[in-house]
């Protein structure tokens, strides 16, 4: 976990894991979830202060439940709806209409609370900037305590930790088990930090990973080659492909995903125009048949059916989905209690 | 409690309860309010989702007080202002602005929590569609743990059982005695799932009930059967009056609440034209007078002063309002422990 | 603490508390800051209701985490947004776009939570009838539990009591040393709630407070009545200035703040004006270093960078901004287990 300003650790990144403390966090999640291991009071008098710049159901739940099981507190924050609306940018001359600036939240918060979880997605901007992911980075800074990324511009590296362990329960050895990471059409640009997450949980496992996606729609350079870095230390591999039912053909893991090109960042008309005839990568009940066969099919959710994933595939039994998010739980419950539990001292 | 597509009970209509069912509840809720029961561990690790599609100050206060008082957690989700847009048609391809499917929400939130808590109020489309409930009824059957409803298109059985609670403190034994609902002007035309739930709890308690509103002010006919059923169950009955202060008079209690035509369902100026010459139907000092001696007035709350009951008879000694609503809190937590407490292994 | 209408107490004003009140109340605190107590059951089974009319970080958090920290539980309701819009004035007849009104609200949540907690800012009409901070009041005469002042038009007393204990901890015995309360610019008439509060916390410190303001910038006369009232009462004093620099020089506190002119209240385009040649009234660096020796800067936050005080300020060894709001959590905890806890019996 990385090293900031101050003398503590955050989670902003799942490839800043050491394969060791990522494999002793996923056995942790794992004894958890079969109730081998309660520690009710693990958490006791902790407090987890959640902000969330933009929506949330599995993440805000998932943590809040996590944070309660173990004797715990986590308390909501929406900046701009329930409390007042966040400055990010360095040096502004606040004339406008943010009230708070970051840094003070990101101090006071550290006052209040244990650990700071933080979500903030790309605004579209520009991509040479929002790729620097400053509001988690400039938050980690100013906070005296360990910051959790709840999904940021290039990472959502709880979802990476879920992934992760849902391939582990599915394959038992998921290293050299072929996974496809294959983007989704979608009425909007999504951003990339999943993709990028669900392709680190992947190769992290030791399994060989085939990104498939049309042409223009390329991952960040600074991605691919965090990926190729956990993928050599986990004896992994990645490969991109531009043909989809070729990479599905005998995969034992299709992971759905939608997302922006980058080339198109900040400028959706140019984006959609690249992307509007690309409606058939989709998961498609004939295609969830040319899995290997125990392959499954996994999605981060939310999901739009019928347009990512057909809804044949999501209610039949090659959906993985529903476990993945229930795994969000437990990892967290693993992370919290490294983090800022009993274990953490 | 009604049997759905997993083997769990639900809490989805009062009328579901049969009547040793129902007396066993509140007599439970009654000893819980007198402080006779503490049962401060009896949710320990359990935890209480909540989505609310509309608004509450009653309902989530109360339920979330109630999991606390037995050591128990509620998470509260505002689906499309701090969690994602939800999708609620079967089958429907999702390329507008629902963003996760109402299936994935009700199978996710089912992982992360014991009971999960559903508010869905009618959209004013078109009743024949919309009488069906289905947001709930399919919310219920995607989940797999009991679904407690907190008010749908046609019921608010919590809002019920606070009711009955509360006849039962006030009268003593309600069997035999006189319960006016009573239709009221309002601005605006509301749902109909509080009359027929009051109309439900006052003759499952074996009162006679007059259902008093002007013409065209009918409740669903499948509602009014359900009443006589209950009624006929428990030894009390149901008449319709246009008549409001012949009904009033004499009554034990008056349960004042406004609802739309459902003949003008959908059309709200047409409905407006019906209402608009009915604001004397209201709850003035002078007919609280009408009431027997120990007469009392109810209402679900939030109440238009002024519109619905005058100052005078909300600030004086007839209204039962607070007592009302108080009592969600007592019959909550007996349902809750009914439903994921000790009680219910 | 304010006696009501109910025989309880509310705390809205911290100029209501005599001198040995506060002095209990900020002892307390500052062991349950030092860990000298933990009382960690001093609120179990206790209920905080939490109604915000306005948004808030440091308000919400501090409270949610300090009933935690004690073993009980807060409810954060909004209304208008996660609950029903209130309707606030007395006697009126229903018909617009309010659905509840504060006395039924009051009532209700009364029954649920132990204290309730309420942040009503002015509405910015008129200052004849807002400064009678009707809401606030009201809401405290309707309500049968006591009522915490969470910032009404008049007030931010839990502000005040952070205040006070800020100064406390930085000058050891604050009796006899120089504070400057300094109005500042900002792009918006803010309410006098907060420098109200801030000049009660430093004389009722003992401290010889000056507030220095431009012309037009006088604060309520009753609230300076009271602040005379406070400072003759602990051997502090009060004076005006409208000389900035004159007044900093030497200051051992600087609390900035801006405020509205009530004069121009309700009239935001003639404030404006009077403020637009005000830029200048800003903690400047060099200002900073006019204070004494070990002098400091405070703010209730949020605070508006570079426009009320200089980054270089906020982000040096002068700014006491974050201690000051951590302290927010320690009074609070101390006044919960004053009003509601295990020391309130």
Redesign the interface.
Known sequence: MTAAAHPKRDFLDMADLAPSELSRLLDLAARLKRGEQKR?DALA?K?L?MV?LD????T???F??AM??HGG?A?????G????AW?TQK??????TT???I???A???G???DAVALRAFPKGSDWTTEREDRVLRDFAHYCEKPVINLESVRRHPCQGLADALTLRERLHDPKGRRCTLMWAYH?KPLPTAVPASAAIAAVSQGMNLTIAHPPGYELDPDDMTTIQRVASDSGGSVEISHKLDESIDGSDVVYVKSWGALRHFGRPSDEAALRSDKRDWRMTEARSHKLSDQGFVMHC???????EID?AV??GPRAA??DE??NR?HVQRALLLELIGELSQ
């Open positions: 009710r008098q407090v202060a969330f929506p949330s159901l599995r805000r739940t998932s809040e439940v309660f099981l507190h308390v909501v924050l929406e900046p709806r329930t409390s007042w400055e040096g502004v001359v606040m004339d406008g009230v708070e600036h840094a003070e939240a101090r006071v918060l006052r209040y609370a009425p959710l939310p999901v739009r059916r019928n347009i809804d999501l209610d989905v529903v998010a229930e739980l």
